[in-house]
């Protein structure tokens, strides 16, 4: 028998840049505070949950899942996974639980992520290996690709693409403002207000997201210089700062349902993983939206609602027009550029994201895809109950 897989909720810190309001935070406190949040908020025991699994991207290395579940005070019982597809890695945790519940082997998963960019090691390689340049010298972007495909840094890739597409600075500043300006109308609203912890930070109690900037202008980023390559398109303003931040959601079976007399929000219908050229990877969510249309036997224009990961404005451009639909069904709540992407905890972020705006436009399905370094793209199919 296959289960239906329910989507009951989630939650997420507040976000903040590296060095910002979470630097005193560990990534594995962030997540614990999540994880106690959610088995209090469903009133399910802790020794309910078959499983925690959670990505990150740039932490210490080692299991970090099972240490934020020990760090939570959980029973030793309770097995933990971390999972690192980069920037795909919240989204890839969700994915496997969703696997696992279909498939019968749990009943209550929570799934998601943390990231602290702000205490990330510095990293070097061996003096064995040929890319070892001095024992002064660390490196900041792991090997995603081998060098003879291409392994371009991250803003390199974004250029790539912005001239591959033709797509303009000033439509990357345009969608910039856009997300910025969203975001706060959000926040002003307080539409996200039930799915942010609120946290003591040096004193004081925070619980809105730190880079959300209501008064940035196309004025004010047309001065701002290429941020990647001599005359590039990509600036500071049209993409992503690093950040920090946890997110999890509580995936269950019918019979946790049952049992523990949860409402879904949402049922996971599917889910999908698609590749995509190494070198323009901010292109991966669109093989992998597709990919999900296609084992849904649900067209695009059916969707109501899409979040994609808008670690660079140029992304949310690129994809809409590969896939051919309007920007006003993508970040209706407004976008990681405003938000931040704390990497290994994106995924789940939009994912909670995705849920309110379902409920904002009153509307049926909606899609969340994110695309990671390497030419990797995760989608996730909800029908809002």
């Known amino acids: 028998m296959i289960n239906t897989v329910y989507l009951i909720g989630g939650a997420r810190t507040p976000i903040g840049k590296t060095g910002g309001i979470l630097r005193d935070y560990l990534p594995e406190r962030l997540a614990a505070i999540v994880l106690n949040r959610l088995i209090h908020q469903y009133r399910i025991p802790n020794t309910a949950v078959d499983q925690v699994i959670l990505g990150n991207a740039v932490g210490p290395g080692g ?63 061996s003096p ?22 291409g392994n371009p840094p991250v803003g390199e890739a974004a250029e790539n693409l912005a001239r591959h597409l033709n797509i303009s600075r000033e439509a990357m500043d345009l969608q910039a403002v856009h997300s910025h300006q969203t975001a706060a109308q959000t926040a002003a609203q307080g539409l996200l207000s039930d799915i942010i912890i609120p946290l003591a930070c040096r004193g004081k109690t925070i619980q809105t997201d730190e880079c959300i900037r209501k008064h940035l202008s196309r004025k004010l980023l047309s001065r701002m210089k290429p941020a990647f390559v001599p005359d590039g398109a990509i600036t500071a303003g049209n993409t992503c700062l690093k950040h920090d931040g946890a997110a999890a959601l509580l995936i269950a079976s019918p019979a946790a349902v049952k049992k523990f007399h949860l409402t879904p929000q949402a049922v996971i219908r599917a889910t999908a993983s698609r590749g995509c050229d190494p070198n323009l990877f901010p292109l991966a969510p669109v093989g992998a939206i597709q990919k999900l249309s296609e084992k849904s036997a649900l067209p695009l224009h059916r969707i109501d609602a899409i979040e994609i990961n808008e670690a660079f404005a140029v992304k949310i451009l690129a994809c809409c027009q590969k896939l051919g639909i309007g920007l006003e069904k993508v970040n209706r709540l407004g976008g990681a550029l405003a938000y931040g992407h704390p990497y290994g905890a994106s995924g789940a972020i939009i994912l909670l994201h995705l849920l309110k705006s379902l409920e904002q436009c009153k509307g049926r399905y909606g899609v969340a895809a994110i695309g990671a370094v390497g030419g990797m793209g995760t989608a996730i199919l909800l029908e809002r109950c």
């Open 63 to 125: 299991n970090i899942a099972r240490v934020s579940v020990l760090e939570a005070g959980w029973s030793y019982d309770i097995p933990a996974t971390t999972v690192d597809s980069q920037c795909g890695s919240g989204l890839s945790a969700v994915q496997l639980a969703v696997s696992q519940i279909r498939a019968g082997e749990a009943d209550i998963i929570l799934a998601g992520g943390t990231e602290s960019t702000s205490m990330a090691p510095r990293r070097q390689f």
């Open 128 to 149: 064995l290996d040929p890319r070892f340049q001095g024992e002064t010298v660390f490196y900041e972007q792991a090997p995603f690709s081998p060098d003879a495909i």
